[in-house]
């Protein structure tokens, strides 16, 4: 089975901090992603990336970039931490089923 | 633009009972789709899918219609079981650019199933 880690479970940071969340992955997929999933909203892509050190832009970019150093390894930072950003963060590996996702991350911005 | 609406926040059903979320869609270009199903505190896991080239897919108690005139799919419990309580997500894929395995996802159902 596929597995995809997030580092952390909660994190509570302070407006202003530059946060990074982690994600792996253990079967070489080429696809990864990273969503946020807010109530009423859904999950909302923010960033994803196809290859190492290739990105593309989602449906919410703003405020975050990534980092795809390694094919197992995506990152999520938020530049500058903002109460608006909030959320459960999830990362996902694209397997022949779709995405397989990790727990994911419930960042408070306080 | 919200391209994939799940237009009930909740739902909930007897159980033993049949479950049926609804999911409507407004690009054409989507030929994939996907049920996933989340508990709180986990990431989602998949379901069930579906190609355009299908009107339906069958998978033990889950069932999913696809109505492509309509832009239309739902899925079926039959029966319903109190584990089945969670969130249910649609998601949809296909919607060109230069997106690849890129899903658009709709808001989620929660579905309560009682005993």
């Known amino acids: 089975d596929v597995k995809v880690t997030q580092s952390s479970r909660y994190l509570v940071k302070r407006t202003g901090e530059k946060v990074f969340l982690e994600c792996v992955q253990d079967?070489?997929?080429?696809?990864m992603f990273w969503y946020r999933q807010d109530p009423g909203l859904g999950l909302r892509l923010i960033y994803f990336?196809?290859?190492?050190?290739?990105?593309e832009k989602g449906d919410i970019p703003e405020g975050y970039s990534v980092s795809r150093e390694k094919k197992e390894r995506f990152s999520l930072i938020l530049e500058s931490a903002s109460t608006n950003q909030t959320s459960m963060y999830l990362c996902a590996s694209e397997s022949n089923y779709g995405y397989t996702f990790g727990s994911g991350t419930r960042l408070t911005v306080v | 633009d919200q391209q994939v609406k799940q237009n009930s926040p909740s739902l909930s059903v007897q159980e033993g009972r049949i479950s049926i979320l609804n999911c409507d869609y407004t690009n054409s270009m989507f030929d994939y789709f996907l049920w996933y199903k989340k508990y709180p505190a986990e990431g989602p896991t998949f379901l069930i899918s579906?190609?355009?080239?299908?009107d339906k897919n069958e998978d033990g108690r889950f069932t999913v219609f696809l109505n492509k005139s309509a832009k239309h799919l739902s899925l079926h419990i039959v029966p319903s079981q109190p584990g089945d309580s969670a969130v249910y997500f649609c998601a949809a894929s296909g919607g060109g650019g230069t997106s690849y395995g890129k899903l658009t996802f709709g808001q989620g159902t929660i579905l309560t199933v009682h005993p």
């Open positions: 990336s196809y290859d190492v050190k290739m990105k």
């Open positions: 079967m070489d997929h080429e696809n």
């Open positions: 579906i190609s355009s080239i299908k």
